[in-house]
């Protein structure tokens, strides 16, 4: 099970982008969906997470993204997004998405996106 994020690029401090995580051959629906992000010459960390479409839809977010980040489904589109706003210079970072919520539990990375927030 392989996840591909998408969306990202170069945004002014303060700015907005959004974030997809994708997957070809099996519903998301079924999984829950985190997000994390390593900055340069850091550990990756969690960012949000999201319980699958059968429970009761709880979001988790990081302290330093709460109130910015928001985390959704589109189940039609079997997407999860991460939209961003209010971006800051620490956002820089690849940005991954993952079947599991904890960087631990993580067996393989897929492709991630970069972010970077910048004047």
């Known amino acids: 099970v392989q996840l591909q994020a998408s969306g990202g690029g170069l945004v002014q401090p303060g700015g907005s982008l959004r974030l997809s995580c994708t997957a070809s051959?099996?519903?998301?629906?079924?999984?829950?969906i985190g997000w994390f992000r390593q900055a340069p010459g850091k550990e990756r960390e969690g960012v949000s997470c999201?319980?699958?479409?059968?429970?009761?839809?709880?979001?988790y977010y990081s302290d330093s993204v709460k109130g910015r980040f928001t985390i959704s489904r589109d189940n039609a589109k079997n997407t999860v997004y991460l939209q961003m706003i209010s971006l800051k210079p620490e956002d820089t970072g690849v940005y991954y998405c993952?079947?599991?919520?904890?960087?631990?539990?993580?067996?393989?990375w897929g492709q991630g996106t970069l972010v970077t927030v910048s004047s």
């Open positions: 999201i319980s699958n479409s059968y429970s009761d839809g709880s979001t």
């Open positions: 993952s079947t599991v919520c904890t960087v631990d539990a993580v067996l393989k």
């Open positions: 051959g099996f519903n998301l629906d079924y999984f829950a």
